[in-house]
């Protein structure tokens, strides 16, 4: 396991590299750590800073704001009061209040939302 601030790589002697690539932030890779048992291969990668983690890696499958927020709900981490959010961090937690309401409002269906957006305009900013 070769782990840099930016970058996770797993290569297993028997078969290769396993994983590879740009994390999706940065992590403390000085405290990260890393265990073989049995079969498995158990990684901890402590972040950075703060902010939610949609991914693993850049360009990866990427978490649903429901799938974030159920798992903010579930977290054994502590909780980073609002004010030292950072502005991204923010504008996520913005998102998943609008979310949750159209949810209690019965506009979504939580089972059947795939967090699919489309935005059409004419990119000129006219209204």
């Known amino acids: 396991v070769e782990i840099t601030p930016t970058r996770m790589m797993l290569k297993l002697h028997w078969h290769g590299k396993v ?3 740009p994390l999706w932030r940065r992590c403390k890779a000085s405290e990260s750590q890393w265990t073989l048992q049995d079969d498995e291969v158990q990684i901890m990668l ?3 800073d703060g902010y939610f983690w949609k991914g693993l890696f850049e ?7 429901f799938e974030v927020l159920t798992e903010l709900v579930h977290a054994d981490e502590p909780v980073v009061p609002y004010e030292e959010l950072d502005d991204k961090a923010k504008d996520l937690i913005h998102d998943l209040q609008e979310h949750q309401e159209m ?4 506009l979504i269906d939580p089972e059947g939302f795939d ?3 489309l935005v059409i305009g004419d ?4 209204k």
């Open 59 to 65: 360009g990866g499958h990427e978490k649903s704001h």
């Open 46 to 48: 402590p972040k950075d």
């Open 103 to 106: 949810i209690n409002e019965g």
């Open 115 to 117: 967090d699919f957006r």
């Open 19 to 21: 994983l590879d690539g």
């Open 123 to 126: 990119g000129d900013g006219a």
